[in-house]
């Protein structure tokens, strides 16, 4: 970077490298490249709002199971037979909630506060306290119309890694073309760990804290890891409860159900757009997706809707690595079925692990394994150096946001690995959130096969524009116009999809002025 822009900025950067000094490198690249306006770069440098604060809950009672050593001490106390066993609540962590009035009725037998299920198994029982959450929301630019990004719940969240997610969001909506800027939020939690009610109340008391902070024409949040279309839901209504002009608001959340003002394929949209890249990818080849093997670390919503896409497409899927486990077939893993058997409600883990049509394999297998492509679509800085260094797989596209970091990035090069980054591979998500937030203003409803023609258009479009400016090719077709973007050199993918992203924010930036 420029020493004389060093000097301008007040204060001086903190030299501590941090996820989002990691993840802005990218940034500084593609705008040392395109010389872009010193004032858009200390706009865009940091978020505009960093909003962090608390939320607190009152949690149920929980059974906790003990462990074999101390439920000796108990061999000799008898089955508690719970008479409405719908209110008990397994959860991940092999506790259990006792909802409404769970045991009323029963026949109790408990000691020292300890008693056994039918199960088998000796639960200590704990009385629920009050917890206190962290919670943010980064509001990174609104120089292209209201921020716009998800909300994540779980464990290891940070404020860094949500100023990395907002300021990606701003790139990935200008790369996307969709009239919004860029934002991030959610909780340090893990859903798992927390009953269906509890998460309720706290969804409830994070967007009753967030309410001033937002709104449909503000800031629009929208599914992202541990969170879904029930979540939107609750923010929706805790959101619009008690306005006169409710209906007005349900662009103020997307990702919602299609029952209440979602879009079809919204749910699918993130994978849908990874699959429309990779089909645009190997048709430029002359080549489709008929036989090619892929294998996918996360498989949540965009990979599992990744997974079936593809699979549609004639891909075949060979390995799986999750939180929870990794799984192997060398002769491909049945998609739907795998689908089935994660979202089964026994599955609490809702994990691949113990897919009964594949081996179980270890995490560091699934780099080594030998296919056309791989799909990261868990979480970021997976992908490491020495991860890119035993990759045996020809493109990679990034379903996840920020899954490699900028070493492996390099080792990619070097190595000739191809890549559709993530601010293009998973823009078909924001896409169809656009979609759905227009559908909710205009109070219209459009079909599935509708979105997904826009979304391919608008994939498509934009990730040839990034491959033009890549190769340095300037031109003008039916589809897509890349000659105001090109350098005059060719760049990496990624710095190109960020050169895209760049040009189209500065130049409202450069045309609009900046407000006093
Ligand atoms: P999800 O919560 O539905 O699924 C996350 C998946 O990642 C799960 O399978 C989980 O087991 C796995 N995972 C979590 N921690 C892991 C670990 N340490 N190692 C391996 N696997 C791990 O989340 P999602 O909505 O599918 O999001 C996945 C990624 O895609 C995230 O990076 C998210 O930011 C990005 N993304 C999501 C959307 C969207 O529309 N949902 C849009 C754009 C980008």
């Given at each position: 970077m420029a020493s004389e822009e060093n000097f301008m900025r007040a204060p001086a950067p903190s030299p501590k490298r941090t996820i989002y000094t990691e993840a802005m490198e990218i940034f500084h690249r593609a705008a040392d490249l395109i010389g872009l306006d010193k004032r858009v770069r200390l706009e865009l440098e940091e978020p505009d709002y960093e909003h962090i604060f608390y939320v607190t809950a009152k949690l149920k009672d929980r059974l906790v199971p003990l462990a074999p050593e101390e439920a000796k001490a108990f061999s000799d106390l008898s089955v508690t037979q719970v008479?409405?066993?719908?209110g008990l609540e397994r959860l991940a962590d092999g506790k259990i909630i006792l909802n409404?009035?769970?045991?009323?009725?029963s026949d109790v037998n408990i000691r020292r506060g300890h008693l056994r299920l039918p199960d088998g198994g000796v639960y200590q029982l704990v009385p629920g306290e009050s917890q206190r959450f962290k919670a943010y929301r980064v509001q990174h630019n609104q120089a292209r119309g209201p921020y716009k990004g998800g909300i994540r719940y779980h464990r290891e969240v940070s404020l860094d890694l949500f100023k990395a997610l907002a300021a990606e969001m701003t790139w990935k909506t200008a790369i996307a073309e969709v009239p919004f800027g860029g934002g991030k939020g959610g909780i340090?939690?893990?859903?798992?760990?927390?009953g269906r009610e509890e998460l309720e109340n706290i969804t409830l008391r994070f967007m009753y804290k967030l309410k001033s902070l937002?709104?449909?024409?503000?800031d629009i949040p929208a599914p992202d890891v541990g969170t879904n279309g029930d979540i939107m839901a609750l923010m929706l209504r805790q959101y619009s409860?008690?306005?006169?002009?409710?209906?007005?608001?349900?662009?103020?959340?997307?990702?919602?159900?299609v029952r209440i003002g979602?879009?079809?394929g919204r749910v699918k949209a993130t994978g849908q757009g990874v699959a429309y890249c990779i089909e645009d990818f190997y048709s430029e080849r002359n080549?489709?997706?008929?036989g090619k093997t892929f294998t996918m670390q996360g498989f949540g919503n965009v990979g599992s809707n990744g997974a079936s896409i593809l699979a549609g497409m004639g891909a075949r899927l060979l390995a799986v690595n999750d939180a929870d486990g990794s799984i192997f077939n060398g002769d491909g893993i049945d998609v739907p079925s795998l689908i089935a058997y994660v979202n089964d409600p026994k599955n609490l883990k809702k994990s691949?692990?113990?897919?009964?049509g594949a081996q179980r394999i270890e995490k560091k297998d699934l780099w080594e394994i030998s296919a056309d492509m791989l799909i990261p679509?868990?979480?970021?800085?997976?992908?490491?150096a020495d991860v890119a260094e035993r990759l045996k797989v020809k493109l990679i596209a990034e379903?996840?946001?920020?899954?490699?970091t900028p070493e492996a990035d390099r080792v990619l090069q070097k190595r000739g690995i191809d890549l559709i980054p993530d601010i293009i591979a998973n823009a078909g998500g924001v896409t169809v959130s656009y979609y759905e937030w227009i559908q909710n203003k205009r109070m219209e409803r459009w079909s599935e096969s509708e979105v997904d023609q826009r979304l391919e258009k608008a994939m498509k479009r934009n990730y040839r524009i990034i491959r033009d400016i890549s190769r340095n090719q300037p031109r003008k077709t039916d589809m897509h116009d890349s000659r105001a973007y090109c350098l005059g050199k060719t760049v990496d993918p990624r710095c190109a999809a960020m050169i895209l992203a760049l040009k189209r924010i500065e130049a409202h930036y450069l045309i609009e002025g900046f407000s006093q």
């Open positions: 008479r409405n066993p719908d409404g009035r769970a045991l009323l009725g340090q939690i893990d859903p798992r760990q927390y937002i709104g449909p024409s503000i409860d008690g306005e006169r002009e409710r209906h007005n608001m349900r662009g103020i959340v997307t990702g919602k159900d979602g879009s079809e080549e489709t997706l008929r691949v692990a113990g897919f009964p679509a868990a979480l970021g800085g997976e992908i490491t379903g996840a946001n920020g899954p490699t």
